[in-house]
């Protein structure tokens, strides 16, 4: 399944010097266009997906959620080192 890659995330959620990330732009990545219901109970199941792509598996969206989690750590990292993100 594609995904937004890493420049398509940042253009798109880099906010005033903040990664702005969380659930709803993981399942934004894998369709922006999407209307889904999300259960989170120890892991991600989607209770509806409305899209013609293809719904994401729980184990793809975990994916998705660390991935996004990491991006963000990794920019907390480099501004604490003095780089300038964009």
């Known amino acids: ?4 890659t890493l420049e398509e995330l940042l253009k798109k959620y880099y906010i005033n010097d ?11 990545s ?3 266009d999407a ?4 259960t989170s109970a120890g892991k991600f199941i989607l209770d509806k ?4 792509l293809p719904q994401p ?10 991935r996004q989690q ?8 480099f ?3 003095g780089v300038k993100i964009k």
């Open 18 to 28: 903040e990664f702005c990330w969380g659930i709803n732009t993981v399942i934004e």
């Open 30 to 32: 894998f369709d922006p």
């Open 79 to 81: 501004k604490q080192k």
């Open 1 to 4: 399944m594609k995904k937004l």
């Open 57 to 66: 598996t729980s184990e793809e969206i975990k994916e998705e959620y660390i």
């Open 35 to 38: 209307l889904y219901d999300l």
């Open 49 to 52: 997906w409305c899209s013609d």
């Open 70 to 77: 990491t991006i963000s750590e990794c920019i907390e990292y």
